[in-house]
């Protein structure tokens, strides 16, 4: 049906950046909210940032300032650029995005497969 599929996560020094993307496919007739999440080893899932259709953006606040989310709407991709990485931003991201399917107009949560962010010197 939908598929999310997840691009940019790796090694990085304390202080640097990287960006992470994620591109949406498959029998979509329009996406909501898109977002990124991230979980560490032994702690639960939680929200790192989420834009609606519309642009509007909510930030965690561990990340605020930091991180930034964008989406193209056109081509049903979201992005998150990191900088000023801590290593407690070390986690697998997942990509998610409510979608809403043809033909039976079906919404529901979709998400990646995760992509490692690892920070560390």
């Known amino acids: 049906q939908v598929q999310l599929v997840e691009s940019g996560g790796g090694l990085v020094q304390p202080g640097g950046s990287l960006r992470l993307s994620c591109a949406a496919s498959?029998?979509?007739?329009?996406?909501?909210?898109m977002g990124w999440y991230r979980q560490a080893p032994g702690k639960l899932r939680e929200l790192v940032a989420s834009?609606?259709?519309?642009?509007?953006?909510n930030y965690a606040g561990s990340v605020k300032g930091r991180f930034t989310i964008s989406r193209d709407n056109a081509k049903n991709t979201v992005d998150l650029q990191m900088n000023s990485l801590k290593p407690e931003d070390t986690a697998v991201y997942y990509c998610?995005?409510?979608?809403?399917?043809?033909?039976?107009?079906?919404?529901?949560?979709?998400w990646g497969q995760g992509t490692q962010v690892t920070v560390s010197s």
């Open positions: 498959g029998s979509i007739f329009n996406i909501n909210a």
């Open positions: 998610n995005a409510n979608v809403k399917t043809a033909p039976l107009y079906l919404t529901r949560d979709y």
């Open positions: 834009v609606t259709s519309g642009g509007t953006t």
